[in-house]
């Protein structure tokens, strides 16, 4: 009899702390980590480890096909504006599907949307409006596998693969000669990522994320237009293999 009330009493201790891992109740509520059928939606920054501004674009793929564009000759239209210096951070959204408890499928939307436009009126002369612009965006779509990690933390491991388009355009109209060029790419990747949420109040968790893949990127011509100017076509078939690290800064809530 003594034997039984034992095991008994191991079993019950053993389902306790099975139920304690997955729900933890203290003053602000509780805590449970997802399982299958959650869905989680979530905005993601990338720090700018570099230099300048606190963030940068939310993802390499974007980063890669953006610096390639030939703004040397998207530039010669007389745009005096830098492509550089256009704002473009733009949080990236990102929503995943718990298949199990512990598997996760996941697809996030980044976007660059940038443009400005300058006035030039000289004391003598026709005034110019220089315009310029940057837009584009990528498209990834991934797998999750989730591990125990602790009480209110998820860690994980995937992989992603991502498709993006960036295009950037000058502009430049002195009232009677209007200048354009215009160029676009295109880029696929494959990555292998980790991280981890940890939840600080139920259902709403803070993360980090970091990845490392490869892109292949191809850009189009450069196509100007007005007075003497014609097409660029050096960039016609360029392709290019670029790894690379992905840090990122996750909020996110479990519906």
Excluded: C, W
């Excluded at 310029?132 to 992989?159: C, P, Q, W």
Aim: no cysteine; aromatic share 10%; proline share 4%.
């Amino acid at each position: 009899m003594k034997k039984v009330i034992l095991s008994l009493a191991v079993v019950s201790a053993s389902l306790f702390t099975t139920v304690a891992s997955a729900q933890i109740s203290n003053d602000k509520g509780t805590f449970t980590k997802p399982v299958a059928g959650n869905v989680l939606v979530e905005l993601q920054v990338s720090p700018n480890l570099a230099a300048g501004s606190a963030f940068s674009l939310n993802d390499p793929l974007l980063v890669n096909l953006s610096n390639g564009l030939d703004y040397t000759n998207l530039t010669s239209t007389g745009t005096t504006q830098d492509f550089a210096n256009l704002s473009s951070v733009v949080p990236a959204l990102k929503g995943r599907y718990f298949l199990s408890d512990n598997s996760a499928l996941r697809v996030q939307l980044g976007m660059i949307l940038s443009s400005q436009s300058i006035k030039n009126s000289p004391a003598s002369g026709p005034s110019t409006k220089e315009t310029i612009g940057r837009n584009g965006f990528d498209l990834i779509v991934g797998y999750e596998k989730h591990f125990s990690g602790a009480e209110r933390l998820s860690t994980y491991a995937g992989a992603d693969i991502m498709f993006g388009m960036v295009g950037a355009k000058s502009k430049v109209d002195n009232g009677t000669t209007t200048l354009t060029a215009k160029q676009s790419s295109i880029g696929f990747g494959l990555r292998a990522v980790t991280g981890f949420d940890y939840y600080f109040i139920p259902k709403v968790y803070l993360g980090a994320e970091l990845g490392l893949g490869l892109s292949y990127n191809n850009y189009g011509n450069v196509k100007r237009s007005g007075g003497a100017l014609t097409d660029i076509t050096t960039k016609t078939g360029n392709f290019s293999i670029t790894p690379f690290l992905t840090p990122a800064i996750r909020l996110g809530y479990n519906f």
